[in-house]
């Protein structure tokens, strides 16, 4: 029995929640069902460390392992640069017309653009797309925003189903008419649940090797350094916390280009010493286990899978609300969401929960349960389901 091929594509593959969400699903696929191929680029604007750098690699053996298939395309960047998109589009259909897959699925913008017309020149079948939220507001300015909204209108013509992460960033290309309603399908990204939910770290021993005392009050957050994810705005919070809470820590796990920039701001703010920057980790699940309190303030956000880690790991959650956030936080059960880009509400929010252990206790406990409902086995079935269904009505037998 030939098996139905599949073909990922994507710009970046560094440990950032797009790509571990591509990685778990061509991991999850049944291999005796598909034929599964990943194209990446190189990674280079990810500005990643030799940690983060070995934890891909890691990543792409193990895909290896399970019977995916690597590509690597150097000019499938996440920038635009025309000479080099050229050339990627180029290489995609020639690689889409020699490997014939039934199904293209691309995950993010740019390889969104670039993958779904070459899928369309070479005649795939199949067109999937997985924005993993979306540039409709936070990233560019007016006239390039205007733009992507324009090809994204115009390549969702030619896409046979669009993935949204949450039920809110389906919303969201409604508003700015992406599609119509019935393209849209609603997928949670999954997480390995068991790296957090199991993780065998004793936060206490943990604090001692990050050298922070054991009574100290925690608060952390983890993602790529970079304007999106606001992490300015909870330096800001830190400073307000600080002066009246002194024996609290912020800890920031994750690189990025603005890694010297937020270094520099806690430096201005008097508060250099109260703030950890420690890069990229392996062990994020047991620095993460030394939190009292999560904080997300990303100003733009598809689903925040960080968001179902803290959960797994039973920590209370203080996020920006706006984007997927909003369907994985609610206000009051499992954390606060504030608005976003505004340092007074997250430190009024962190200060609550310094000052009420029992409700730090009680939304711990429900994002634990809440934090269920996005196992990695669930998306993986989702998306098998997905494929059978648009094959279908494309009158293609998925046991070809």
């Known amino acids: 029995m030939t098996r139905i091929k599949v073909i990922h594509v994507i710009t970046r593959f560094d440990k950032g929640g797009a790509a571990e969400n591509t990685f778990l699903t061509v991991k999850g696929l049944d291999k005796e069902r598909y034929e599964a191929i990943l194209i990446r680029g190189l990674s280079y604007e990810s500005n990643m ?33 025309p000479l080099s998109d050229l050339r990627a589009f180029l290489k995609l259909i020639r690689i889409f017309r020699e490997e014939r897959p039934h199904i293209v699925h691309t995950h993010t913008s740019k390889a969104g653009l670039l993958g779904r017309w070459a899928a369309r020149l070479a005649g795939v079948p199949v067109i999937v797309h997985t924005p993993h939220g979306h540039v409709f507001w936070g990233y560019f300015n007016e006239w390039k925003t205007k733009l992507y909204i324009f090809l994204e209108r115009l390549t969702a013509t030619i896409t046979d189903r669009i993935i949204t992460l949450t039920a809110q960033e389906k ?15 609603v997928i949670h990204s999954g997480v390995d649940l068991n790296r957090f ?19 100290t009050f925690v608060v952390g957050t983890v993602g790529r350094l970079t304007a999106i994810k606001g992490q300015k705005y909870l330096i800001e919070a830190a400073k307000k916390m600080l002066a009246k809470q002194p024996e609290t820590v912020f800890v920031f796990l994750g690189d990025g280009e603005l890694m010297d920039e937020l270094k520099m701001l806690a430096t201005n ?31 733009n956000e598809g689903m925040g899978k960080v968001l179902v880690e803290a959960m797994a790991l039973g920590k209370p959650i203080i996020a ?26 997250i430190a ?17 406990g429900n994002g634990k349960r809440k934090a269920l409902e996005y196992n990695s086995y669930s998306m993986s079935e989702m998306i098998d389901q997905l494929y059978i269904e648009l094959l279908a009505l494309k009158k293609l037998d998925p046991n070809v």
């Open 171 to 185: 919303k969201d290309h409604l508003r700015y008419h992406i599609a119509h309603e019935n393209k849209f399908t």
């Open 269 to 299: 703010l008097g508060i250099k010493d109260k703030v950890r920057f420690l890069g990229w980790r392996p062990d994020v699940a047991e620095v993460m286990s030394t939190f009292d309190v999560f904080v997300l303030p990303s100003l």
């Open 320 to 345: 920006s609300n706006i984007g997927g956030i909003t369907d994985l936080v609610i206000h009051e059960e499992n954390g606060f969401l504030v608005p976003h880009a505004d340092a007074d509400a």
């Open 348 to 364: 009024r929010s962190i200060k609550s929960l310094y000052c009420h252990p029992a409700k730090r206790k009680e939304m711990g």
């Open 49 to 81: 460390g030799t940690s983060e750098t070995r934890a891909v690699e890691s990543c792409l053996e193990d895909a290896g392992r399970n019977g995916v298939r690597i590509l690597t395309i150097p000019e499938l960047v996440r920038r635009i640069y």
């Open 197 to 215: 939910s199991n993780v065998q770290a004793n936060g206490t021993e943990m604090k001692d090797k990050l050298g922070i005392p054991e009574q």
